[in-house]
């Protein structure tokens, strides 16, 4: 898995979101050491398509979250986190909701205007369905 | 036998939580939920969704909250919220990722043994090394520097350079 070099990084929309080549997985070909737009937003889909089955079940749920999700090296676009906090409410699992937003903050590393961005683009999303972030539940404290 | 007892009483009581207990900044259990018969894979930062919530048993009380997860989330109270969380996982993501004071005792150890070598190799000084080679001896060495000197050893910028061979001294 290579990262793209520093310059290109910047010049991607999402404004700080980081990008890095796809880790194999089987539902992932043979991938290059492509950086363009359209390779992301055909990751960016498959993972939508992914969240949005109505019958996903906690499993799957779980495991695109673990194995891939959060194995990858990258903080995942907030349609995909939007897809899956909707899937979330369709397994009635309201803690791991929350979890998924902790968990894009720990992505996040040291690049700390990420998460401030997700909530934002998400803060529609959190309010119809009445998901509280992980700071307004006291949970990011010790 | 050589610790005074108030020690011995130390060391044994730090076998309760075990070395790594010694250090944990917060070891309390949680109110609420109890811990399962087992627990296959804990949490971690790349594998944050266990397989089972962290509360398998639920109370009366608990499994009524559950039945109101099923329901709108903005009816429940920021308190269930909190509880429903704690009883799908055991930690936050800032308290799994807590640093610890481990790295003291790592340190202490290491520093320990350390003093432990250099006790060794100084008994091996006084009792163990043999006597210094003949060429080392100060004899020695000073017939060495004076044949050097003799030589014109490195005249230009180097040893003979800087003895004043007229006064017999080194330059000043």
């Not at chain 2, 509360?55 to 009816?75: D, F, I, R, V, Y």
């Amino acid at each position: 898995m290579l990262k793209p070099p520093a310059r290109h990084r910047r010049r991607h929309a999402g404004a700080a979101l980081r990008r890095c080549a796809v880790a194999a997985t089987a539902q992932a070909g043979p991938r290059g050491l492509l950086h363009s737009s359209v390779h992301y937003e055909e990751f960016d889909a498959r993972w939508v398509t992914y969240f949005n089955k109505p019958d996903t079940d906690a499993w799957e749920w779980r495991k695109g979250m673990n194995n891939t999700l959060v194995s990858y090296d990258l903080v995942p676009e907030p349609k995909i986190i939007d897809v899956a906090l909707w899937a979330c409410r369709r397994l009635n699992d309201f803690a791991s909701a929350v979890r998924i937003l902790e968990g894009v903050e720990d992505k996040a590393g040291p690049h700390k205007e990420i998460y401030p961005y997700v909530i934002q683009e998400l803060r529609s999303t959190l309010n119809e369905l009445g998901i509280s972030t992980p700071e307004e539940l006291g949970l990011d404290k010790m | 036998m050589m610790l005074p007892k108030a020690a011995w009483s130390l060391l044994l009581r730090k076998g309760g939580r075990g070395r790594r207990g010694m250090h944990s900044s917060e070891g309390t259990a949680r109110g609420g939920g109890k811990t399962p018969p087992y627990t296959n894979c804990y949490a971690q930062r790349h594998y944050p969704m266990p397989e089972e919530p962290f509360c398998t048993e639920l109370n009366a009380e608990q499994q009524a909250l559950k039945e109101k997860e099923k329901g709108s989330w903005t009816l429940l109270t920021h308190a269930e919220k909190v509880a429903l969380y704690r009883l799908q996982f055991n930690e936050t993501f800032a308290e799994m990722n807590r640093r610890s004071n481990e790295w003291k005792t790592v340190m202490g150890y290491v520093f320990f043994f350390f003093g432990f070598a250099a006790l060794v190799i100084w008994w091996q000084r006084v009792y163990m090394f043999p006597p210094k080679p003949i060429t080392l001896t100060d004899e020695w060495k000073a017939k060495q520097l004076q044949r050097m000197l003799d030589m014109k050893v490195n005249p230009v910028q180097g040893l003979a350079s800087r003895w004043d061979y007229e006064k017999k001294q080194w330059k000043k």
